[in-house]
């Protein structure tokens, strides 16, 4: 069984910096993509960013500049580097990830989420 830990949410105030991290733990063979998606309240689930299966990274227009992913392939983890926050930017942030399990099975999981919440 596989799962993904999102950690480092909170409340900061606009133009305030957060890190998230995310560690994905259990048996599996390999990661082949990781990203994070935010949902603010009344909205639906977006990608904000996200490293390929390729390696590459892909980013929403709206984080593009202030936002940064970044990972650390040792520990099964990807970050999230938010700088310049906005009150528009306060969502519940998830990480996601598509794994390839030991027999060969390629899954997709999601995190039980983390809530950044930006205000004065």
């Known amino acids: 069984q596989v799962q993904l830990v999102e950690s480092g949410g909170g409340l900061v105030q606009p133009g305030g910096s957060l890190r998230l991290s995310c560690v994905a733990s259990?048996?599996?063979?390999?990661?082949?993509?990781m990203g994070w998606y935010r949902q603010a309240p009344g909205k639906g689930r977006e990608l904000v960013g996200e490293f390929t299966s390729g390696g590459s990274t892909n980013y929403a227009d709206s984080v593009k500049g202030r936002f940064t992913i970044s990972r650390d392939n040792a520990k099964n983890t990807v970050y999230l580097q938010m700088n310049s926050l906005k009150p528009e930017d306060t969502a519940v942030y998830y990480c996601?990830?598509?794994?390839?399990?030991?027999?060969?099975?390629?899954?997709?999981?999601w995190g039980k989420g983390a809530l950044v919440t930006v205000s004065s």
């Open positions: 259990g048996s599996f063979f390999s990661i082949n993509s």
């Open positions: 996601n990830a598509a794994i390839l399990g030991n027999s060969g099975t390629l899954g997709y999981w």
